[in-house]
């Protein structure tokens, strides 16, 4: 499966997967930083990444506990998932993958401080 | 270019991780106050919760680096300064975090009984200076003030199946103290509404499906809130939506025999309620409860403020844990600190007026955010680090000795750091000790015991 990783500069970077391939992991085989802090477990946001349409729509639809980690993910958007729920699979053939850009605006424009 | 790290939390792993991932050269000093490293991510992060500090995998590979030092047992501005560090550093990055807590600043606050969050936290997290906080946990009703996630943490722990308990991190001790707890019944009380509360909904979830204890929320809270946050972002309307589902749903049974309690135990949410006084029992020698001013608010959203009206209601109560935020300390005279905002003045995490000191984490933007936003914030200021070295800003021409100095110093002052592969001695330790319970470690909370176990 051919996808494209957009990094947070706005590089794109084309990746060759297989079926079933974890995308928080694919990323990181290639060199992309995306971190996963809690290795995949599902307590944390660190994977955050923005899918295409119509890709986004294919997938299989985020279950309530990512959903709830979704929330608390800077700069959420509709085409928000969290990359290490996300298999490679046909239905992301051609898709772009975005890492979240965290530009130097990002403290001083629309910053709200989040609870912990 | 030789860079110091002050403070071992998430925040100086991911500032130190990111420039060494970005910079081929740097070599990276990581100092620590405490003999082990983690900071929050250890002593912070609930007992179960595991997966969270899964974390500290990514910070263990930075460590092990060839590039990245650890020092642990060193406490930056008595044992070494943040001069001295400018000394032997080409840059210094101060990411200590948050160690003390907001005060309530009412009468009675200092009534046994009353405890800060934060303590709290730390006694059953293992952190050596709350051990001998004994918390008296033989009242039935608790207050918990506040109304974020450390909020709901305490209120998890204090009503948990002890079996559940029995099989973390969480210190043998305070699960001996609560296993003997009359704890039934926990408020978690705010001083504004709940378009207002600051935890998040996992956590939430989590409170309302524990087993063996029953939410109880007034539906009369949530009046007319469903159209109110028709148009709020996607967090706060979900969140409430759960909240008002909670509150008008039936009590389901619960199997209190399967949980172990003899009844079933219960939390529940208190609004627009502002404490202004802890009241004492007869004999003056403990908390018996609480005063608080009921408030209306003024304004909407995050900025809304609570007006206490003029009534009050008294809360009574045997526990009081006041859960109104961390805060941080001033470290050196060297460091420049607004002690209103409580942190270090900078802009992207160059801190104001003191070319080469960087800092990062809540000690930079106030003690709130989660991992991912510490995570953010620390590649923020190794981004601004990077940028000076790349731009000439910082210059490293001179050269710098790094630990070669400060360990003479240390020397000097009889200070013995503890390096990394001598936390990997106590982290074993630990794991083995838990083995035996069950657990996924043992926590040693006698930094003398850590101290002896690695020879020193």
Known sequence: VNVVFVDREGRQVPVRGRVGDNVLHLAQRHGLELEGACEASLACSTCHVYISEPHLARLPAPEEREEDLLDQAPLLQENSRLGCQLRLSPALEGARIALPRLTRNFYVDGHVPKPH | ?456
């Open chain 2, 1 to 456: 270019p030789r860079v110091c790290v002050v403070g071992s939390g998430p925040a100086g792993f991911y500032t130190a991780q990111h420039i060494l991932k970005h910079h081929g050269g740097a070599l990276v000093d990581i100092y620590e106050k405490l003999p082990v490293p983690f900071g929050l991510v250890r002593f912070g992060v609930a007992p179960d919760h595991p997966e969270v500090k899964n974390v500290t995998n990514t910070f263990t590979q930075t460590a092990r680096s060839g590039r990245c030092g650890f020092y642990g047992n060193v406490t930056v501005g008595r044992d070494v300064t943040v001069p001295e560090l400018q000394q032997a550093y080409h840059a210094v990055v101060l990411s200590y975090g948050a160690e003390d807590n907001r005060v309530l600043g009412i009468p009675g606050e200092n009534l046994p009984g009353v405890y800060s969050a934060r303590a709290f936290v730390g006694w059953y997290n293992g952190l050596p200076e709350n051990q001998d906080l004994k918390p008296d946990l033989s009242c039935e009703t608790a207050l918990i003030l506040g109304h974020g996630n450390v909020a709901l943490d305490i209120a998890r722990i204090l009503l948990s199946p002890l079996q559940l308990l029995r099989k973390t991190d969480i210190t043998d001790s305070s699960l001996a103290a609560l296993a003997c707890s009359k704890v039934k019944r926990v408020w978690l009380v705010g001083r504004r509404g709940p378009l207002q509360v600051a935890f998040t909904i996992k956590e939430l979830r989590e409170m309302i499906n524990l087993p063996g204890a029953r939410a109880v929320l007034d539906p009369a809270d949530f009046k007319g809130l469903e159209s109110a946050v028709k148009d709020a972002s996607r967090p706060r309307k979900r969140l409430t939506e759960l909240m008002i589902k909670t509150a008008l749903e039936k009590p389901v049974e619960m199997q209190a025999a399967a949980a172990g309690a003899a009844a079933p135990r219960e939390w529940g949410l208190k609004f627009q309620r502002s404490p202004q006084e802890v009241l004492p029992s007869a004999d003056g020698r403990r908390a018996r409860g609480v005063r608080m001013a009921l408030t209306r608010l003024e304004g909407s959203g995050d900025s809304a403020k609570a007006i206490p009206t003029g009534d009050v209601e008294e809360l009574e109560c045997g526990l009081v844990l006041s859960s109104i935020g961390y805060r941080s300390l001033p470290l050196d005279p060297a460091v420049p600190f607004d002690s209103q905002r409580g942190v270090i003045p900078n802009s992207s995490g160059r801190v104001e007026g003191v070319p080469g000191l960087y800092c990062s984490g809540w000690v930079k933007r106030g003690p709130t955010g989660v991992i991912i936003t510490t995570m953010n914030d620390s590649f923020d200021t190794a981004q601004s680090l990077l940028e000076d070295l790349q731009g000439g800003v910082l210059d490293i021409s001179p050269s710098r000795e790094g630990f070669g100095l400060v360990e003479s110093i240390l020397h000097s002052r009889g200070v013995r750091p503890v390096s990394f592969s001598d936390w990997e001695k106590i982290d074993a330790a630990e794991v083995a000790r838990g083995k035996a319970a069950g657990k996924p470690r043992e926590k040693i909370v006698d930094p003398a015991e850590m101290l002896r176990i690695i020879g020193h």
